[in-house]
């Protein structure tokens, strides 16, 4: 079935720097994908959505110069939180949509991220 | 734009009992619908979806969820739950391309 690899799966940087979260599609072309954001015991966020050799659309609230996204590739987008703060540390999960099957969206295993 | 509400945040069971989960979307018209879990430490696992046919629709591990036009209602049931369906349970519907998620139920089964 179709696969999405999600990498780092754990990261602890300090504030003020940056980190870059990769999601890939391993066995199909994702032209667009999807980032999500969860707090502890609340559901998945959707941040924005990353469509490959365009610029990501983000939803209300969403600061797009502090999460950059970038889909260069059919399989690969990636997240980079841009000088972090304390407040960012979170779960960041990453769903690619499968065309070949009808409605099928494969998620990441996610990203935790710290910021000390 | 569609959303859905899940209305049991915390559900524990012993084994055996049977479940159901709440879920209600937002409005009418064509709607597609999804369940998802997420086991600890794990990523979310699509359990069943409902395009349009039949509105009671099967999943993985004995799960089942009917769609009620009338009550906006997308309820999943298992008959016998197992210690091992101990999860978060997220229902899900599609907005245009994107999917958008409930607040989730976290289930505890106890042996």
């Known amino acids: 079935g179709a696969v999405v690899s999600q990498h780092p799966s754990r990261v602890i940087c300090k504030s003020g720097t940056s980190v870059k979260i990769e999601c890939r599609s391993l066995d199909f072309q994702a032209t667009t994908m999807f980032w999500y954001r969860q707090f502890p015991k609340q559901s998945l966020m959707l941040m924005a959505t990353s469509n490959e050799g365009s610029k990501a659309t983000y939803e209300q609230g969403v600061e797009k110069d502090k999460f950059l996204i970038n889909h260069a590739s059919l399989t690969l987008s990636t997240l980079t939180v841009t000088s972090a703060h304390p407040e960012d540390s979170s779960f960041y999960i990453c769903?690619?949509?499968?065309?070949?099957?009808?409605?099928?969206?494969?998620f990441g295993s996610g990203t935790r991220l710290t910021v000390v | 734009a569609q959303s859905v509400s899940q209305h049991n945040h915390h559900v524990i069971l012993s084994e055996a009992a049977s479940l159901e989960l709440g879920c209600n979307y937002s409005?009418?018209?064509?709607?597609?619908l999804f369940w998802y879990v997420q086991y600890p430490g794990q990523h979310l696992q699509l359990l069943l979806k409902y395009f349009s046919g039949d509105p009671l629709v099967k999943g993985i591990k004995g799960f089942e969820a009917e769609f009620i036009k009338s009550k906006f209602s997308f309820n999943l049931r298992k008959p016998s739950v197992q210690w091992s369906d101990t999860a978060e349970y997220f229902c899900a519907v599609l907005n245009t391309d994107k999917l958008i998620f409930g607040t989730g139920t976290r289930l505890q089964v106890f042996p």
């Open positions: 769903s690619a949509r499968d065309l070949d099957r009808a409605l099928g969206y494969t």
């Open positions: 409005y009418g018209g064509t709607v597609n």
